[in-house]
């Protein structure tokens, strides 16, 4: 069973030899469960495969810590290697290092000036309707009462602030079959697709400075599924998209940002994730960046802050690892950033 008075570093090599990818996380829940029960200070409460732990020592503010218990498929990288330096292997930076910092500061909760609740959840890295966090937040939002949040994403052990938005969305066009030794009998749908092509790598994305911090949007195609036949011209072929916007967006703005971008064509919207802002200019966010002190830098990928945010609770992304280096099958975490990580956090929950 899962041993957490173990060092960062070996705590991180048992998490990832627990194998829990998505929708499989039941045998690391149920270890982390048996694990936190031994600490009289926490009341542990599970929701599926999801595990909220509180302190409740009646402090004037509380904090939660977040962090998701799912990987993505292995990759020839499921056993966890250690080494002088790091701990290579499957979830490495995505995010079992960010777990064991969680489940190392949960045993010293007694040394805190903050309640915390710790939230170790499910399906973070596919569809919504799985995510742990959007399940507790939907049915049992009064475990998630608090006044900041910090995810434990991979950061490379530095700030980084708020999230971009995502949308995902697809573009229909139509033709009409043919033989295609008669192929002007037929109006090639793939064809027509090429004004999506031009419009996608003609494409300048916008860079924009919100508080200090430079975002960069993106859009790309990734994914095209078309024809019928090797002897049939394709009536159809359907690209999908995937747009990512900066905090300045809300939702509606970036939909009809892609709706004016493709005006002669009809989208149809998959899903979208909101982004989050970056709220430096909140009184607890601007406390943590001073005395957590280190670089900041925008986040530019999607994480959970952004739910948090929906809840109207500030939240950062700070965690050990290189965000470069999540899902990579040399997937790996420096020792010292999982030093860093555990050490700026507690000593602030100390204050």
Not at 13 to 28: C, G, H, M, Q, T
Not at 44 to 70: P, Q
Not at 154 to 165: D, V
Request: aromatic share 6%.
């Amino acid at each position: 069973m899962l041993q957490i008075d173990k060092n960062l570093a070996e705590l991180t090599a048992d998490l990832i030899n627990i194998p829990s990818v998505s929708l499989s996380e039941k045998d690391l829940a149920d270890q982390i469960q048996t694990a936190l029960a031994t600490l009289a200070t926490l009341e542990v409460t599970r929701i599926e495969n999801t595990l909220i732990a509180k302190t409740n020592f009646n402090f004037s503010s509380r904090v939660i810590l977040a962090g998701h218990l799912d990987t993505v498929p292995a990759n020839q990288n499921q056993e966890a290697i250690i080494s002088q330096d790091s701990i290579l292997g499957l979830g490495a930076v995505d995010m079992k290092s960010g777990i064991a910092v969680m489940l190392k500061l949960a045993q010293v909760v007694q040394e805190f000036k903050k309640d915390v609740t710790f939230l170790f959840y499910e399906a973070e890295e596919i569809e919504s309707k799985y995510n742990g966090l959007e399940k507790v937040a939907q049915k049992n939002p009064e475990f998630l009462l608090g006044d900041f949040a910090v995810l434990l994403e991979p950061t490379n052990a530095i700030l980084e602030m708020g999230c971009q938005g995502s949308i995902r969305f697809k573009i229909s066009i139509k033709g009409s079959r043919a033989h295609s030794a008669r192929w002007w009998k037929g109006e090639n749908a793939i064809h027509k697709a090429q004004t999506i092509l031009e419009i996608v790598n003609n494409y300048q994305p916008r860079t924009p400075i919100i508080e200090q911090l430079t975002f960069r949007e993106g859009l790309q195609i990734v994914a095209i599924n078309g024809g019928i036949a090797g002897n049939v011209v394709p009536d159809l072929v359907e690209i999908s998209l995937n747009h990512r916007f900066a905090p300045d967006r809300t939702e509606a703005q970036a939909i009809a940002h892609l709706t004016e971008l493709f005006a002669d064509f009809e989208i149809e919207i998959l899903d979208v994730a909101i982004a989050a802002p970056v709220s430096l200019d909140n009184p607890l966010v601007s406390e943590f960046v001073k005395q957590i002190d280190l670089p900041l830098a925008p986040k530019f990928g999607w994480t959970d802050v952004a739910r948090f945010s929906k809840l109207n609770i500030p939240a950062i992304n700070f965690g050990p690892g290189d965000p470069n280096l999540a899902h990579h099958p040399q997937e790996a975490v420096e020792i010292t950033q999982l030093d860093t990580v555990f050490q700026r956090l507690s000593t602030w929950l100390k204050k």
